[in-house]
Nanobody, 119 residues
Framework: QVQLVESGGGLVQPGGSLRLSCVAS????????MGWYRQAPGKQRELVAA?????NYAAAVKGRFTLSRDNAKNTVYLQMNSLKPEDTAVYYC???????????????WGQGTQVTVSS
């Protein structure tokens, strides 16, 4: 069983910064990619950033957000700078993970962490 646990959300003023963390735990054979989605009220869930063979960012966050990965800790980080009110959303970590050497890959999701940008 694989679990993803996020942390680091909260309330921040416009222009401020937050750092989200996501740790994958459990029986893990290989992690193919990890990243972050977000969902604002009344909107569809959208990709924020993902690490595969390289790092991809949504146009809305490029230049402000930085995704990084610590393979030894099965952890990804999302450093969010110059935050705007439109960044307010629940941020979800995901991982495309193979739990066993013989078996399928599955996409796992964290429980979500709220990020609110407001003065």
């Amino acid at each position: 069983q694989v679990q993803l646990v996020e942390s680091g959300g909260g309330l921040v003023q416009p222009g401020g910064s937050l750092r989200l963390s996501c740790v994958a735990s459990g029986t893990i054979f290989s992690i193919y990619n990890m990243g972050w989605y977000r969902q604002a009220p009344g909107k569809q869930r959208e990709l924020v950033a993902a690490i595969t063979s390289d790092i991809n960012y949504a146009a809305a966050v490029k230049g402000r957000f930085t995704l990084s990965r610590d393979n030894a800790k099965n952890t990804v980080y999302l450093q969010m700078n110059s935050l705007k009110p439109e960044d307010t959303a629940v941020y979800y970590c995901y991982g495309d993970i193979k739990g066993q050497a013989v078996g399928p890959r599955n996409v796992y999701w964290g429980q979500g962490t709220q990020v609110t940008v407001s003065s």
